[in-house]
């Protein structure tokens, strides 16, 4: 059983920037992809990004270029570093282990002025 805890989420002017994280507990975290969604108000969970074991990493359009995933094995914690936010990018954020049905609790970031 894997527990997942999300942080870093708050409120952030347009442009900004934040770092989530994602602490997981078992060690099959070392083993598995990891991926972070969204879910915008109103709106059904979104895929935002996807890390390997490996380090192979994907993202959505919406946010290439300014959000980067990443994660560290040893310390079982998988990151997004969100740069150049906008308002749209306002959402719970959780992390979730691809092949688990494991959810956190989620962390809110609100982009506004």
């Known amino acids: 059983q894997v527990q997942l805890v999300e942080s870093g989420g708050g409120l952030v002017q347009p442009g900004g920037s934040l770092r989530l994280s994602c602490a997981a507990s078992?060690?099959?975290?070392?083993?598995?992809?990891m991926g972070w969604y969204r879910q915008r108000p109103g709106k059904e969970r979104e895929l935002v990004a996807t890390?390997?074991?490996?380090?192979?990493?994907t993202y959505v359009d919406a946010v290439k270029g300014r959000f980067t995933i990443s994660r560290d094995n040893a310390k079982t914690t998988m990151y997004l570093q969100m740069n150049s936010l906008k308002p749209e990018d306002t959402a719970v954020y959780y992390c979730?282990?691809?092949?688990?049905?494991?959810w956190g609790q989620g962390t809110q970031v609100t982009v506004s002025s």
């Open positions: 078992g060690t099959i975290f070392k083993i598995t992809t």
């Open positions: 979730h282990p691809l092949a688990l049905p494991a």
């Open positions: 890390i390997t074991a490996g380090g192979v990493t």
